[in-house]
């Protein structure tokens, strides 16, 4: 049973703010309701926004608090299935009919906080020319990894 919750069945969930593109949070775990309670609860906070665009996964329905307009369609999670096609083709231990398909959930973990980093600030997008957080008017420019890592932060 231990070794369930290290390795397999792992899910990668994302929040994602529609009009920037931006990715508010990412979570890694088995496809459960506290997988979509903890996506929910670590967005909170990153935005005003009450409403949630989902799949058909129930989960979501049976854990987002009764104040947020909750809308099921293909056509709203459209962007994030894009960004989740981009992120796992981009990074090479997601493809899964590789050797280096990542397994273990900590590295996995340790990998989606770097993916995301660089979605945000360094990806720019194809048509659009901007990174997401510039969209999102965080920055003013497209950053590198050498603002990343040595952008001041509380350890």
Not at 33 to 40: K, P, T, V, W, Y
Request: positive net charge; contains cysteine.
């Amino acid at each position: 049973m231990a070794g369930e919750l290290e390795a397999g069945d792992c899910w990668i969930a994302l929040s994602l703010a529609q009009l920037s593109g931006l990715i508010l949070t990412g979570r890694v775990g088995k496809h459960t309701d506290e997988l979509a309670q903890d996506l929910i609860s670590s967005t909170e906070g990153k935005t005003d926004c009450k409403e949630w665009g989902t799949d058909g996964w129930q989960g979501y329905r049976r854990v987002l608090p009764d104040e947020v307009d909750h809308y099921i369609s293909k056509v709203l999670t459209q962007r994030l299935e894009r960004t989740n096609g981009t992120l796992r083709q981009q990074t090479g231990r997601w493809h899964r009919r590789q050797n280096k398909f990542g397994k273990l959930w900590e590295q996995t973990k340790i990998t989606l906080r770097l993916v995301i980093s660089y979605f945000n600030w360094i990806w720019r997008h194809s048509c659009l020319g901007t990174t997401a957080a510039q969209r999102a008017e965080l920055t003013a420019r497209p950053w590198t990894w050498n603002d990343i890592a040595t952008y001041p932060t509380l350890l």
